[in-house]
T-cell receptor, first 109, second 115 residues
């Protein structure tokens, strides 16, 4: 059974304090690892897709990396506007996404 | 502007009542999905469709029904058989739905509350 586990469940950061979010996965025939950002009461917004171990992608203060067992989302020098819940999901060989429960990030000024 | 729209934003259901959530996309995607989101849990797949007039059950289909009469539209009905319907419902779409490499794009969601 496909499983995706995210840690920590919640993270409180001071503005400028860099940190990393973890996404551990066991997904049958992983085809892609997806990261989304979700603001309260809104739908998830796509951030990145990673396809193979060793791949990295960056967007502003966010950088996603992938190994054979986990993915990390690094937040460098975060700002209050980076506060959100970050979701990861693994895409399996049948085209379905298995989502983790998310990490809620709060960045205080 | 291409995207996915869901309506209504909030929906209230009375005991024994069926309610229908709307989802429309103008991205020309073949595949559409319905997910349920509960606090502290990941998104769970209710139903998905890869082509008009065809759809498959996801992991938690009991108490729900769907139709796919048009490529652009994938409405979800929450029936009275769904005993715990209070949740945030998300509709998504992707190009074909046949590859785990495809990005799914989400609508803004509908929050369903029970009176």
């Amino acid at each position: 059974e496909d499983q995706v586990t995210q840690s920590p469940e919640a993270l409180r950061l001071q503005e400028g304090e860099s940190s990393s979010l973890n996404c551990s996965y066991t997904v049958s025939g992983l085809r892609g690892l997806f990261w989304y950002r979700q603001d309260p009461g809104k739908g998830p917004e796509f951030l990145f897709t990673l396809y193979s171990a060793g791949e990295e992608k960056e967007k502003e203060r966010l950088k996603a990396t992938l190994t054979k067992k986990e993915s990390f989302l690094h937040i460098t020098a975060p700002k209050p506007e980076d506060s959100a819940t970050y979701l990861c999901a693994g895409g399996n060989s049948w085209g379905k996404l298995q989502f983790g429960a998310g990490t809620q990030v709060v960045v205080t000024p | 502007d291409g995207g996915i729209t869901q309506s209504p934003k909030y929906l209230f259901r009375k005991e024994g009542q069926n309610v229908t959530l709307s989802c429309e996309q103008n991205l020309n995607h073949d595949a559409m999905y319905w997910y349920r989101q509960d606090p502290g849990q990941g998104l769970r797949l209710i139903y998905y469709s890869q082509i008009v007039n065809d759809f498959q059950k996801g992991d938690i289909a009991e108490g729900y029904s769907v139709s796919r009469e048009k490529k652009e539209s994938f409405p979800l009905t929450v029936t009275s058989a769904q005993k715990n319907p209070t949740a945030f419902y998300l509709c998504a779409s992707s190009l074909t739905g046949t590859s785990g490499q495809e990005t799914q794009y989400f609508g803004p969601g509908t929050r369903l509350l029970v009176l």
